[in-house]
């Protein structure tokens, strides 16, 4: 084009192309006939100059085209025309693109071998498509995400220029620039260490001077050290013969950062550095706290092998000294570290950021602002550092804080952050210091409220039991960890115990008070008199007034819309809530424990002062003073004693978990497995109640909880019409899930005399009791768990709502990938199908959680030979694939697993199908808008046909041919080589024996398809592993995810899957079980004997034969069937590389069928 370079246009460079393409045209006055049409009314002369322009605009948009596009748009003989649609082909829907590009640039980083010119480059390249998107971005912008993608050797500069932030971008490539060279000169290579003081270090840097690395200062090389000779001649004749390297006590105080010259050490007494190298605060004299925390730590220095030790941590109070540089200021630093050997006291730039603080550089200081721009205190520079001048406000020696002897403030924690007033009482109980003047950051800012009206309390009871004060709390979001959205609250009057019980469901409320009232009149041989109650719908109807009215207990009801008439229910409520908040707040632990927390703050309050008794409600309730030596704090690391039969001979005893409260029945705790992610009961623990527990979770979001608002939405209905209203109350014949089982009283770790009401929230995995055939409730699902929203309006009002948008973007961004469908009107009378997402949580080869969004249609509305002709698609036999197995374990064939991205968006759609935008996202379909289906998408009966259709044909495309026996196995053979497919679905599984033509097809697959190599070998649930001499197969995630489910994963293994004539041994009962819950286990079983545990195919066949009326003792059989799995889960079927005969197997048993007439026979081949 006349020496005019423009780029040919591929399909990923639009914007450069069309910037360069523009300018071209420009150059030969071409680009007027890509703007406008033809004129009407030209004059013959200029109509055919405009359509020499026209041809010739045409012809250099086409010769820059690549041979694909130049196919797309060849028909195209209008400049305006062909340039408009490049444009839309390439730009697509513009609010889309700007999301696009808006994440490019929030997502910017360098390259570990890119050169800052053209990590500049791109960053003003992509600023430029923002601004050609009509997406502004200010200088400003464009320097902050600059900067905050540097990383590697440039992260020293990122620190820095993050304190600079008024910088433009070529100040920003300018600094980058030096920094570069730098890293290419030959001295900067052979350096000892670059110091994190920048300021200190540049101040030599293009001086020539020579600069010393053992103190740091000039005109003077180490071995001409006076700091180094001096702390030579102090050693011993015995260290003087040690090599220098190995000195590591002498080198701690070589780096700059943490040194100052011996004749400099007054000058820095009062001095703070202000360090932007520095991962903490750090003072070297106990004279700046007001106390210490004990807490031994090493603290490394930067660039060398070297530590210092922390000895402790603490707050720092301090003020300016008056100078020449201001006037005084009192200052506060959080959460320094006491290191004695330090030279000099350093303040940490990064830790400041992290609190909000400001730092704005001004002529010769640096200003720290607070999170309100309010000018907090200045460092000035001097001698090439930036210093603050301070002066200690404790003039006496800090003393270490000690649990022993200073533990009013541990005590505090450890009661649920109890009041002042209330914690003197509990001096007769524990071994609490006397403090006068105590401040707890924690309550106040989780328990500030706003003042209420004085009220009275009066008691109306003179013994337990006689009247009961009942409120419902709810629903709270998000669900706990077992699944709960309400939490009830029963308050016995005269002792003021509080009694709380964990509900999925307002229609529990029922079961759960008749359980409570059954259970405690046992236990206490005293009987329920009163129970007072709002108007709520799950207190007031049919069936608990009747109930009340055969019981002979009187209900009293509130007066409408007036709560306060049952204030103590309504109190401890707010009690418990509160003192629940504090516990999340100080603990850091995500909201989903919330429910541990409030049966934590339960426990906790029954054994605290009430208001208006002489003695804590516990001691009224049982008639003796308790024990509290057992309590500990919520939320701390807690190591836990792991049983013998759960862990191998050299597996290390013990586990770390985080500390959730008491156990219900048995002297122990409620710990929290981290590895295992699940709760259970230990005796043999061990505390540091000092650490933290939410440290072993990563890093989490700060959530809030809002508890006023569990107050504000209380339903309450007028007493004269409820009879009319309770018919649209659904009533439960039981309660939804076993979880508030309250039949055992709680028993604390060292008196188990001891009661206290809170209930359980959630089932726990405990080790059971020998010989028990108690049959437990199954465990809920890891989904249920996790809190996996079920819709979108769910998923928006969820904690974890940014990682679903960004998981739905994600969704959404594929099916565009695949042009899934077409934006039309909506056509008048026309079935339209819903779309709905579909959320899940996957783990990663890594261990990290992933956030999963799909798009699904909701096609179970569709009528087959309708909508619809065919829905079947078939999948590999499970013998086919072990047939696979065997024969690579027997010729040595390579082994590869494989599954296909987003499989049915490949296939295309034969019939007709309308679906409305997807939910959240109509506003980018418009209105009156809806897609109309090109490609299968997943919940439509016909996807999975399709998807299989495409596949097969694209494998017979690449030389594949089908079985006969199995459609979903194809071979490849050309005499010597071979190759094998199977596909279950979008997972597919390729043995060979030749490197080529295996790769050929895998590159043939994936020029077709987005395909994944798993990492892990695993196929169809069943975990597949290679060796030397064959090829095994297991399941033992299965197998404990069974255990898990049947609560048993603690349970004591047995050697055999049955004993001969063990079901003969059961008396005879004929004591029938829920049939649903028997052949659901026994499918399970199945499942596993078909595919990698023959073993037990027996015993299952067996007991599969009672499946139309299974009693307990066949169901006690199978349970034994998961004890014997328990024990050989690691065991493996394997396939050797030896070539032999097959051998079967066959019995027959005749005539000994309970029915006596039948009998069985079968044949096992291996």
């Known amino acids: 084009m006349d020496r005019i370079s423009v780029p040919e246009l591929t399909g990923t460079n639009y914007f450069i192309w069309s910037l360069k393409m523009q300018a071209a045209l420009s150059l030969k006055r071409l680009d007027s006939v890509t703007t406008q049409m033809k004129p009407e009314g030209l004059s013959e002369k200029d109509a055919l100059e405009w359509e020499q322009k026209n041809s010739d ?143 200190y270090s540049r101040k030599y840097k293009n001086s020539g001077m020579r600069l010393c690395y053992v103190c740091r200062r000039p005109n003077h090389v180490a071995k001409d050290c006076f700091y180094r000779n001096q702390k030579e001649s102090t050693t011993t004749s015995r260290k003087r013969k040690v090599h220098r390297n190995n000195n590591s006590k002498e080198r701690n105080t070589a780096n700059p950062v943490f040194t100052a010259a011996p004749n400099e050490e007054s000058l820095y007494e009062n001095i703070w550095i202000l360090d932007s190298g520095a991962s903490c605060h750090m003072a070297k004299d106990s004279v700046w706290f007001e106390k210490i925390l004990p807490e031994r730590k090493d603290i490394y220095l930067a660039g060398k092998d070297l530590k210092i030790i922390c000895e402790g941590f603490g707050t720092v109070k301090a003020k300016t000294v008056s100078t020449k540089y201001g006037n005084p200021l009192n200052i506060t630093i959080e959460n320094v570290s006491y290191v004695p050997q330090l030279r000099c006291n350093l303040l940490s730039v990064i830790c400041l950021m992290d609190k909000g603080y400001k730092i704005k550089s001004d002529n010769n200081c640096v200003l720290i602002y607070d999170k309100s721009n309010k000018l907090i205190t200045k460092a000035f520079k001097n001698n090439g550092r930036l210093e603050l001048y301070l002066k200690p406000l404790y003039n006496s020696e800090c003393y270490f804080s000690n649990p022993s002897n200073s533990n009013y403030d541990i005590w505090h924690t450890r009661l649920c952050h109890l009041n002042a007033k209330y914690m003197l009482k509990m001096k007769d109980y524990t071994d609490i210091d006397d403090v006068n003047d105590f401040k707890c950051e924690t309550c106040d800012i989780s328990k500030i409220t706003r003042k209420t009206h004085p009220n009275i309390d009066v008691n109306q009871s003179s013994e337990i039991l006689e009247l009961i004060h009942a409120d419902l709390c709810g629903p709270i979001q998000p669900e706990s960890y077992g699944g709960a959205k309400y939490f009830m609250v029963l308050v016995d009057d005269f002792s003021g115990m509080y009694f709380t019980y964990f509900l999925k469901n307002k229609n529990e409320v029922f079961d759960i008070f008749s359980q409570f009232k059954t259970k405690y009149k046992n236990l206490t041989d005293k009987r329920i008199k009163k129970l ?29 819309y007036n709560s306060e008439s049952n204030g103590k229910a309504e109190r401890a409520n707010r009690i418990l809530l509160e003192r629940a908040r504090s516990l999340l707040y100080e603990s850091e632990l995500p909201l989903k424990f919330w429910a541990e927390a409030i049966n934590f703050s339960t426990q906790v309050s029954n054994v605290t002062p009430r208001k208006g008794k002489e003695k804590i409600p516990l001691e009224t309730w049982i008639g003796k003073k308790p024990k509290l030596n057992y309590l500990k704090k919520f939320g701390c690391v807690a190591y836990f004693h792991v049983p013998k039969v759960m862990r191998n001979k050299y597996d290390v005893p013990g586990k770390c978990g985080i500390m959730l409260g008491y156990a219900r029945d048995r002297r122990g705790y409620r710990i929290y497995d981290i590895k295992h992610r699940k709760i259970i009961e230990e005796r043999s623990i061990k505390f540091n109640e000092s650490l933290k527990g939410s440290t072993y979770l990563g890093k989490t979001k700060v959530e809030t909880w809002n508890i006023d608002s569990l107050f504000e939405s209380t339903q309450d209905i007028n007493e004269f019409d409820h009879k009319t209203k309770v ?271 295996y790769q050929d097809i895998v590159n043939s697959i994936k020029s077709v398809f987005e395909v994944h190599e798993n990492k892990t070998s695993k196929f169809l649930g069943m975990e597949i592993v290679k060796h030397k001499i064959g090829i095994s197969l297991s399941q033992s995630e299965y197998i404990e995810s069974l255990l898990v489910k049947y609560n048993l994963n603690e349970c004591k293994s047995i050697k055999t899957p049955i004993v001969k004539g063990e079901d003969k041994s059961f008396p005879p009962t004929n004591e029938l079980i829920d049939i649903t819950m028997y052949q659901e286990l026994i499918g399970e079983l199945l499942y596993l004997a078909n595919r990698t545990r023959p073993d037990i195919s027996f015993v299952i066949c067996y007991l599969s034969q009672f499946n139309h009326k299974p009693e307990k003792r066949h169901y006690i059989l199978a349970k034994r069937v998961l004890r014997y799995l328990m024990g050989t889960k690691d065991k493996k079927l394997f396939y050797d590389n030896n070539f032999g005969f097959v051998n079967a197997s066959s019995d027959a048993s005749w005539g000994n069928a309970e029915n006596g007439k039948s009998f069985s026979a079968g044949v096992i081949l291996l």
Request: charged share 25%.
């Open 57 to 199: 605009a045409v012809a250099y948009i086409k010769l820059s085209l690549s041979d694909e596009q130049a196919l797309q748009f060849a028909a195209e003989n209008n400049a305006k025309i062909l340039w408009d649609k490049i444009k839309s082909t390439f730009t697509g829907q513009t609010e889309d693109r700007k999301i696009d590009a808006g994440n490019e640039l929030k997502n910017l980083q360098i390259n570990s071998n890119e050169l800052a010119n053209d990590y500049i480059a791109r960053a003003r390249g992509i600023a430029t498509k923002c601004h050609s998107l009509g997406l502004d971005v200010s200088p400003r912008e464009l320097v902050y995400y600059t900067v905050r993608g540097l990383k590697g050797k440039f992260a020293k500069v990122r620190d820095i220029l993050k304190t600079q932030r008024d910088k433009s971008i070529d100040e920003v490539l300018e600094i980058l620039r030096e920094e570069e060279t730098s890293f290419n000169s030959p001295s900067s290579t052979r350096a000892e260490g670059r110091s994190a003081d920048v300021f």
């Open 532 to 560: 007072r109650t709002d108007n709520g719908l799950e207190f007031v109807n049919e069936q608990l007034d009747t109930y009340l009215a055969n019981s002979g207990i009187f209900h009293e009801n509130t007066i409408p």
């Open 727 to 997: 018919n649209h109350l659904e009533i439960s014949a039981k309660p939804a899930a076993n979880e508030n089982n309250s039949s055992i009283p709680f028993k604390t770790p060292d008196d188990a005399a001891n009661t206290v009401g809170g209930e359980i929230e959630t089932p726990v995995d405990q080790i059971p009791v020998r010989r028990s055939e108690r049959l437990k409730a199954k465990q809920m699902s890891t989904n249920l768990a996790c809190n996996v929203p079920n819709s979108y309006l769910e998923a928006k009002n969820s904690a974890d709502w940014q990682n679903w948008e960004f998981a739905m973007k994600n969704e959404l961004d594929s099916l565009n990938k695949h042009k899934v469908w077409e934006i039309v009107n909506r056509p008048a009378k026309t079935k339209l199908v819903k779309s709905k997402w579909v959320y899940s949580l996957k783990q990663s080869d890594n261990g990290e959680t992933k956030y999963k969004a799909r798009l699904v249609a909701a096609g179970f509305n569709q009528i087959k030979n309708k909508d619809y002709l065919e829905s079947y698609s078939p999948v590999v036999n499970i013998e086919s694939f072990r047939l696979l197995i065997a024969l690579a374990s027997k010729l040595n064939l390579m082994v590869r697993f494989f599954d296909v991205k987003t499989a049915y968006l490949y296939s295309d759609i034969e019939e007709t199908v309308y679906m409305l935008p997807p939910p959240g996202f109509e506003r980018l379909v418009g209105d009156e808008k809806v897609c109309k289906l090109k490609r299968s998408i997943y919940g439509l009966p016909q996807s999975g046909k399709n998807w299989y259709m495409k596949i097969k044909s694209e494998l017979e495309k690449f030389g594949l041919t089908q079985l006969a026996s199995d459609n979903c196995v194809f071979i490849k053979s050309d005499g010597q080589n071979m190759l094998l497919l199977c596909m279950h679905v979008d997972d597919l599984a390729i043995f060979c024996n030749n490197d080529e033509m």
